[in-house]
Structure formats: structure tokens, C-alpha cells
């Protein structure tokens, strides 16, 4: 477990931490683990978890923790974790945070990556954002995919999602301060945080987070 390279992308909704996870799996060879992006998935599929999870989905709160805590640890089982993961989106509480730690093993986790960015951004970036609804890849709304509504990278539906509206942009943000900000001193008191400035173009943002990895010897 300890040889895996796991990296927990963390910050506020629309810091990029999708964009950057991805980058991160090609790069590296590991698994995206997103449970926003599961959850989403299990909604659009309209299974049993889909259909109890969707109304906390659109009010922008979080779903239970044992529910994504087994939703984590089941996807830990899928050989494409052999290498390692790129956690987005979670651990999002401590309890979160406590369970991956009992998960992974002491060690188990590389690097937590905060990637730090103003409100005012997040509402402007959001407001604007497409996703695929296949495969999660983000988009501009002038964006050709996202007008065309065809994804580039799998085909899927280019759509916006029903929490990426002004009240729940709000209410989403009030979570994150509420319970995930006290996830940094948790990774701080580690050793094992590093914080990146959001505020930037994504390919200065992604050579700030290579060469954190390259500094610590993780790349
Ligand atoms: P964002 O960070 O942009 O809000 P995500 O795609 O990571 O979006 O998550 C979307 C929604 O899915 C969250 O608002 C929440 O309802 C639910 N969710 C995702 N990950 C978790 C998690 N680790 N714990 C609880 N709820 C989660």
C-alpha cells in the first residue's frame, strides 16, 4: 500500500481540482477517484444510491459520510488503483479524513494538494462551467463542446449542473468553510500539505503542483 503514490487534491468548487486530478492520473498512471463525480453518475443512471442521493446533490450539501466512506473503499478494490489515486472531492469531513487514513494505512497518503482560490472566482467560474455528464470532463460555456453539447473526450452529453446555480453556488461554499477548511491543519499537522495559488492560468497552476511533487521526490 505505501508504494502507491495517493495524492488528496483539495479545494473549493471550481479551484480546478478536477482539471489538475486528471492531469495528474495520465501523468502518473493513477486512478481518478472523484465521489463528486460517482455520486453524479449514480444520479444520471437513476440507480437506488442516485435517487436517494440527488435532492442533498442539488441543495449543495453533502451526502453521509459512511455512504462515501464505502464508496471510496470499494473503488480502492478496482485494479486501476494498482499505482495509486488522485482523491478529488474527498475526504471532504475529518471523519472522511480518518477513514481514508484507516483505508490507506499509515504512509498511505503522498501529498495533500490545497489548491487555494478567491470566492469571486469561484462564482464566475462556476456560473460559466460545463461538465460531460459521461465522463466529468469540465468545459467553458463558449467552449465548442460545451455550445455543441458533444464531449471531446468521450462523446458524452456537455451539460450544466443543477448545483452550479447562484443558491447553492452559496450554499456549497458555506460547507466547504464549515467542514472541510479544518481538513488543512488535519494533513498540516502530517507533514504532508502543500498549498497552491488557484488564482492562475491551469497550466501555471499544474507546473506549481509538478514541482511540488518534483521537490518532495513523488515525480
Ligand atoms: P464541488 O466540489 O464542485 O461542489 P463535487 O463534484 O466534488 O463538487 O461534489 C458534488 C456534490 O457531491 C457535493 O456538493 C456533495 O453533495 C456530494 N459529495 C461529493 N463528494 C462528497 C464527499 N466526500 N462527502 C459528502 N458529499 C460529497
Known amino acids: 500500500m505505501t508504494g502507491q503514490l495517493n495524492l488528496v487534491v483539495l479545494g473549493k468548487q471550481g479551484a480546478g481540482k478536477g482539471t489538475q486530478g486528471q492531469r495528474l492520473c495520465e501523468l502518473h498512471g493513477l486512478a481518478h477517484i472523484s465521489t463528486g463525480d460517482m455520486l453524479r453518475a449514480a444520479v444520471a443512471a437513476g440507480t437506488p444510491l442516485g435517487r436517494e442521493v440527488q435532492s442533498v446533490l442539488d441543495a ?10 464505502q464508496l471510496v473503499a470499494d473503488r480502492f478494490k478496482e485494479p486501476d488503483t494498482a499505482k495509486g489515486a488522485v482523491l478529488d472531492g474527498f475526504p471532504r469531513t475529518t471523519f472522511q479524513a480518518q477513514a481514508l487514513e484507516q483505508l490507506l494505512g499509515e504512509g498511505g497518503i503522498k501529498l495533500c494538494i490545497s489548491i487555494e482560490i478567491a470566492n469571486d472566482l469561484v462564482i ?25 453539447g458533444t464531449c471531446e473526450v468521450c462523446g ?27 481538513l488543512l491543519s488535519f494533513y498540516e499537522s502530517r507533514g504532508i500539505l502543500v498549498k497552491v495559488n488557484g488564482n492562475q492560468l491551469r497550466e501555471k497552476v499544474a507546473a506549481d503542483i509538478d514541482g511540488l511533487l518534483h521537490g518532495r521526490g513523488l515525480a
Do not use: H, M
Not at 61 to 69: A, Q, R, T
Not at 129 to 136: A, D, M
Not at 157 to 182: G, H, M, N, Y
Open 60 to 69: 449543495g450539501l453533502l451526502v453521509s459520510d459512511e455512504l462515501v466512506n
Open 124 to 148: 464566475q467560474r462556476l456560473s460559466s462551467r460545463r461538465i460531460c455528464q459521461e465522463c466529468g470532463t469540465s468545459y467553458k460555456d463558449t467552449d465548442v463542446a460545451a455550445i455543441s
Open 156 to 182: 458524452g452529453d456537455v451539460v450544466q449542473r443543477s448545483d452550479d446555480k447562484p443558491e447553492a453556488i452559496q450554499k456549497r461554499l458555506e460547507t466547504f468553510d464549515r467542514d472541510t477548511l479544518p
